[in-house]
């Protein structure tokens, strides 16, 4: 399996916004839920929000809720997370995945170990 790859990270200043992008390759993207999991230094890897094969159900971590935004485009392969009122306490590599099985609940995505992963990519919040 090839991993997504992330993009669209960097640096800025508390209260800022970024948008991340993950693009996944393969014909079957439309029927995975997808992902965004991120890593703080000295911390394990988190669960921050999922999509469903059609967008139409997401889920998030209550630490983003209200302030970061999960979306998908089928056609483009494509999956965004729009980040907004960024906090000091978000500053991670943030990494997307695809689930193993496709059309599986959000909820259940949020609770999965995997393992294999992408390169990330760096979020930086200053204070």
């Known amino acids: ?8 990270g960097g640096l800025v200043q508390a209260g800022g916004s970024l948008r991340l992008s993950c693009a996944a390759s393969g014909h079957t993207f439309s029927t995975y839920t997808m ?3 991120r890593q703080a230094p000295g911390k394990e890897r988190e669960f921050v929000a999922t999509i469903s094969s059609t967008g139409g159900s997401t889920f998030y971590a209550d630490s983003v809720k209200g302030r ?4 998908r485009d089928n056609a ?3 999956v965004y997370l729009q980040m907004n009122n960024l906090k000091p306490e978000d500053t991670a590599v943030y990494y997307c995945n695809r689930d193993r099985t496709p059309f599986t609940s959000v909820q259940s ?8 992963w992408g ?3 760096q979020v930086t919040v200053s204070s």
């Not at 399996?1 to 669209?8: A, I, L």
């Not at 970061?68 to 979306?71: K, L, V």
């Not at 995505?109 to 294999?116: E, Q």
């Open 109 to 116: 995505m949020s609770r999965k170990n995997f393992g294999s």
């Open 119 to 121: 390169q990330g990519t």
């Open 76 to 78: 483009k392969n494509t």
């Open 35 to 37: 992902g965004w999991f």
């Open 68 to 71: 970061f935004t999960i979306s």
């Open 1 to 8: 399996q090839v991993q997504p790859v992330e993009s669209g």
